[in-house]
T-cell receptor, first 107, second 114 residues
């Protein structure tokens, strides 16, 4: 069974700090990786996708992929209270998700 | 904008009932998915479909079946509802199975089995 694992947290950071979220996966041939954000009571929405080794930046968000080590991470710079949510890692087009990491950004 | 619509936001059913959860997407997506979400367990894949009349088991298919007779509609069926199927159910759709594409989610159905 393909597995996607995340630290379940919760993770708490002060406003303005860097939040670091991690995800590991078991299927070595995985090609595409996604980070979704889910606010409480809402459905998940895509915030980042990454397909190649290295970093991909989009505003305050940076996704990092290391296929050799089979992990993908999400960095949130200058964290804001509005970033408080559960962050879900998903792998490949068959969209298997990790358990999610709940992030709280404290003012 | 892609829209994925689930037929009910809240549903209460009795143990042993046959339950249908309906999902409709309006963007001609090939792939559709059903998940359940429970606290601490994240999104768990029940079934997915990559074409009309095609279906694949996810990680937790036991007690569920699906139907996809039309491209835009993907139904989840609980043959005989049990209390351990009380959960939030989420439907999603995406354009390609192996491609690099985004999944869009419905608003969710909170099912309570009593």
């Amino acid at each position: 069974q393909k597995e996607v694992e995340q630290n379940s947290g919760p993770l708490s950071v002060p406003e303005g700090a860097i939040a670091s979220l991690n995800c590991t996966y078991s299927d070595r041939v995985s090609q595409s990786f996604f980070w979704y954000r889910q606010y409480s009571g809402k459905s998940p929405e895509l915030i980042m996708s990454i397909y190649s080794n290295g970093d991909k930046e989009d505003g305050r968000f940076t996704a990092q992929l290391n296929k050799a080590s089979q992990y993908v991470s999400l960095l949130i710079r200058d964290s804001q209270p509005s970033d408080s949510a559960t962050y879900l890692c998903a792998v490949n087009g068959d969209m298997r998700f990790g358990a999610g990491t709940r992030l709280t950004v404290k003012p | 904008d892609v829209k994925v619509t689930q037929s009910s936001r809240y549903l209460v059913k009795r143990t042993g009932e046959k339950v249908f959860l309906e999902c409709v997407q309006d963007m001609d997506h090939e792939n559709m998915f059903w998940y359940r979400q429970d606290p601490g367990l994240g999104l768990r894949l029940i079934y997915f479909s990559y074409d009309v009349k095609m279906k694949e088991k996810g990680d937790i298919p036991e007690g569920y079946s699906v139907s996809r007779e039309k491209k835009e509609r993907f139904s989840l069926i609980l043959e005989s509802a049990s209390t351990n199927q009380t959960s939030m159910y989420l439907c999603a759709s995406s354009l390609f199975l192996r491609g690099n594409t985004e999944a869009f989610f419905g608003q969710g159905t909170r099912l309570t089995v009593v």
